[in-house]
């Protein structure tokens, strides 16, 4: 995706972690993305290569998440579209671990959350 605004510091921060545990979600959301930006066989291609890299480590969705989620949602009167941040958010903290992502405003949920965060911004 080298034609990505954020490729290069994508590609800088995804260097210097050890492993890339990426909710489920995420993948849905790339593939979705991609298929609008670069069509089918280009986005199966290139999810294919990020299935297989050394560092990828798929999360699961747990009936705990999706709980969580909604309850934040249902909580904080936000709207279902915010329900695969959510998601994410609930995988980081019940993981316990830094949330990377170029998504400022899921950057400063993850906060109030006490997820730590990396942000790419200011590697």
Same mark, same amino acid.
């Given at each position: 995706?080298?034609?990505?605004?954020?490729?290069?510091? =994508?590609?800088?921060?995804?260097?210097?972690?050890?492993?890339?545990?990426?909710?489920?979600?995420?993948?849905?959301?790339v593939?979705?993305?991609?298929?609008?930006?670069?069509?089918?066989?280009?986005?199966l291609?290139?999810?294919?290569?990020?299935?297989?890299?050394?560092?990828?480590?798929?999360?699961?969705? =747990?009936?705990?998440?999706i709980?969580?989620?909604?309850?934040?949602?249902?909580?904080e009167?936000?709207?279902?579209?915010?329900?695969?941040?959510k998601?994410?958010?609930s995988?980081?903290?019940?993981?316990?671990?830094?949330?990377?992502?170029?998504?400022n405003?899921?950057?400063?949920?993850?906060?109030?959350?006490?997820?730590?965060?990396?942000?790419?911004?200011?590697?």
């Amino acid at each position: 995706m080298k034609d990505a605004i954020y490729h290069i510091q =994508s590609k800088n921060v995804l260097d210097k972690l050890s492993q890339w545990l990426t909710p489920s979600i995420v993948i849905h959301e790339v593939v979705w993305t991609l298929n609008e930006l670069i069509g089918r066989q280009s986005t199966l291609l290139y999810v294919k290569a990020l299935l297989s890299h050394r560092k990828m480590n798929i999360i699961p969705l =747990s009936r705990q998440d999706i709980s969580w989620s909604i309850g934040k949602i249902a909580e904080e009167a936000l709207s279902l579209a915010r329900y695969n941040d959510k998601i994410i958010l609930s995988i980081a903290k019940r993981k316990n671990t830094p949330l990377v992502s170029f998504d400022n405003q899921l950057l400063s949920q993850a906060s109030k959350e006490g997820i730590a965060i990396i942000n790419p911004y200011l590697t």
